[in-house]
């Protein structure tokens, strides 16, 4: 059982005028096996909260606390963040050039696990789970996203969560760029892991498409720096209808 | 067209000149300067043997050299070399392993060394020059290729920090022959080549490749000249730099001319460099000039920064420790080019030179 805390979680970015604030007081707590739905307009600071918890340069902390299991977040390094269970499904994933994926998946496996996974069970794993996400081995051999369509970084994000098995999993709009069925089955491939691993799970997206497959225990509306307004499933519902025009103050 | 001037005459060149003026000459024990004999030896040679291939030393005056590029120190290499290294592939001959021309050394006096490779024409083969040890050296390589030839040439600069090298390998190319160039300079105190085409008929192609990485007190510089002299011929130039450490220097000059005459001609260069820590200096200047506008494509870049943040963020966000996400990122800058040697061994090699080179600078 783990819990992440996110309390009064205020973050700047520095800018050419000065410090910017982003993040307003952002207060949210996921535990294992729960799936919190993130919805807000653009620029509301949702894909910021996501990197500050993963420790980004680029954010400063100006207030608040990020605890795993009690334990500071925000005072570890990017890796020892990943090593103590976080992931992040990045909105739009880096590529890497002259880094081959196979290489990629197995350093970073090496890193989390503590140990270089076994040769022979490890390609094997790797092959299945490339295989569930639909995606094409030969992706094992090309450079980590490089030259990857929208839809297949994707895939690939959900790739590594599936072996890395994070305990908390942040999803920045996994679902965007994805077609129809590439939903679907990325849409089961997390579903597989927070099944099997019990991870809980925080869903940034704008649409309820994907809140079909991957059910939310909690909605959160995000507006200007922090959550607004919390609810059920149904509270998607209504943002898809009516939008954020309520939250946002022109 | 910086290198080729028929008006060049001999002389000692100094820091003023264009050419020179990156080059810290002190550091070249006199083989540039006209006051400073330099002895004469045939220091590379080839070990095996193979049908279709032959290798002699033969007297300098029975092989004048017919590179159209001068330069002031190739000048004296030709000058005073008194005998050459001659490596021909017969015609047709398709050599499966490749051909090492292995450098000997023997002090720091300085030396000239004059190699000349043909290949006749639909040969192919991979011809491999390895440098170490400690050497003052100038040399001059002119290669050959006669129609439909292949060559992938390689020239491993894998010296002792006291090494002094100055190198001028100049290629002639072809109707529909294709020469691939891969310099690769990881050591030497002062390094500076030379790697100069030119065409001899349509459908020729070049494809230049480099790396070079420079640690502390290091200069290392190339200047790549491409001079599209006639229609229909390709060329493809991409050089890739690290740099780590106080003072490590690195200069990289890319001149491709496209003459008048030149139309259809296809070309591209790119030079990237990777500054790994503050005090490194990296000079990059592509350097394109256009008679004809009745060509396919020309366009150059250079890049010079450090690491990409957004790349380290992703690798450690994945639990990759800082120092092993860099590595494998210049593992992968430099792979690109590495990678395409078709030589595995020496891929290796190459590779855990570099890491030993940036655990070196790290530490
Ligand atoms: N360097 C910067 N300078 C100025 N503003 C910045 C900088 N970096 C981020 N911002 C701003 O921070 C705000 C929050 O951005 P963020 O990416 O967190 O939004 P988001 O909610 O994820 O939006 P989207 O739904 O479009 O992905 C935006 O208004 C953005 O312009
Ligand atoms: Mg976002």
Redesign the interface.
């Known amino acids: 059982m783990s819990t992440l805390e996110i309390k009064n979680l205020q973050v700047a970015v520095s800018t050419d005028e000065g410090m910017k604030q982003i993040l307003r007081g952002v207060d949210l707590t996921i535990k294992s096996g729960e799936t919190h739905a993130i919805m807000g307009p653009n620029g509301s600071g949702k894909s910021t909260l996501a990197y500050s918890i ?5 954010y400063t902390i100006t207030g608040g606390s990020v605890l795993l299991d009690g334990v500071d977040v925000l005072e570890m ?3 020892e ?3 103590a269970g976080l992931f ?1 499904a ?1 909105q739009y ?7 081959s994926v196979s ?2 998946l197995r ?2 496996a090496t ?2 696990r503590g140990e270089a996974p076994k040769v022979r069970t490890w390609v094997g794993e790797v092959k299945e789970a490339m295989a569930s996400l639909n995606m094409d081995p030969a992706f094992a051999e090309r ?2 996203n490089e030259g990857f369509s929208g839809g297949e970084k994707k895939r690939h994000e959900i790739l ?1 969560m599936e072996l ?1 098995k994070p305990k908390i999993a942040i999803l920045d709009e996994t679902d965007s760029g994805l077609d129809v069925d590439a939903l679907r089955i990325v849409s089961e491939g997390v579903n597989r892991v927070k099944d099997s691993h019990n991870i809980g799970i925080m869903l940034i997206t704008h649409y309820t498409r994907i809140l079909r497959y991957i059910k939310p225990d909690f909605v959160h509306v995000f507006a200007a720096g922090r959550i607004v307004e919390e609810g059920g499933a149904e509270l998607a519902e209504k943002l898809e209808e009516k939008g954020y025009a309520e939250y946002v103050t022109a | 067209m910086v290198l080729n001037s028929n008006l060049l005459e001999s002389h000692t060149p100094t820091s003023r000149e264009e050419l020179w003026r990156f080059t810290p000459l002190a550091k070249l024990r006199g083989l540039h300067d006209l006051e400073v004999s330099l002895s004469s030896r045939v220091s590379l040679g080839a070990s095996v043997e193979q049908p279709g291939l032959s290798v002699e030393i033969v007297d300098a005056s029975k092989a004048p050299s017919t590179s159209s590029t001068n330069d002031l120190v190739s000048m004296r290499v030709r000058e005073l070399s008194s005998k050459v290294l001659i490596v021909d592939i017969a015609q047709n001959a398709e050599i499966a392993t490749p051909i090492y021309l292995t450098r000997t050394v023997e002090s720091l006096d300085p030396e000239v060394s004059r190699t000349v490779i043909h290949l006749g024409a639909n040969s192919r083969a991979t011809v491999v020059v390895e440098n170490t040890g400690s050497i003052t050296l100038a040399e001059e390589i002119v290669i050959t290729l006669d129609s439909g030839a292949n060559l992938n040439f390689v020239s491993l600069q894998e010296w002792e920090s006291d090494a002094v090298h100055l190198g001028h390998h100049h290629a002639i190319i072809g109707r529909d022959a294709t020469f691939t160039s891969t310099v690769i300079t990881l050591g030497g105190s002062l390094v500076r080549l030379l790697p100069t085409v030119e065409y001899a008929g349509p459908g020729a192609s070049a494809e230049l490749s480099g790396i070079y990485f420079a640690t502390s007190g290091q200069h290392l510089e190339h200047r790549i000249h491409v001079d599209h002299n006639l229609p229909h011929a390709k060329s493809r130039v991409n050089y890739k730099g690290a740099l780590s450490g106080d003072k490590a220097r690195t200069v990289w000059f890319g001149d491709v001319f496209i003459r008048a005459n030149a139309e259809g001609t296809d070309t591209y260069e790119v030079n990237r460099n990777l500054l790994l820590s503050d005090g490194a200096r990296a000079d990059s200047v592509p350097n394109l000039e256009i008679e004809t506008g009745e060509i396919v494509g020309a366009g150059h870049a250079s890049t010079t920064g450090r690491f990409d943040d957004e790349q380290l963020f992703y690798l450690e966000s994945r639990g990759i420790p800082a120092n092993i996400a860099r590595q494998l990122v210049i593992r992968g800058f430099f792979l690109e080019i590495v990678s395409k040697l078709g030589l595995p061994q020496i891929e290796e090699r190459i590779m855990t030179r570099i890491e030993a080179e940036l655990e070196k600078a790290s530490s």
């Open positions: 993963a420790g980004h340069p680029k390094r990017v890796d963040r990943a090593k992040l990045m994933p880096v590529e890497v050039p002259g880094v290489n990629f350093t970073a890193a989390i450079n980590v590594q890395l």
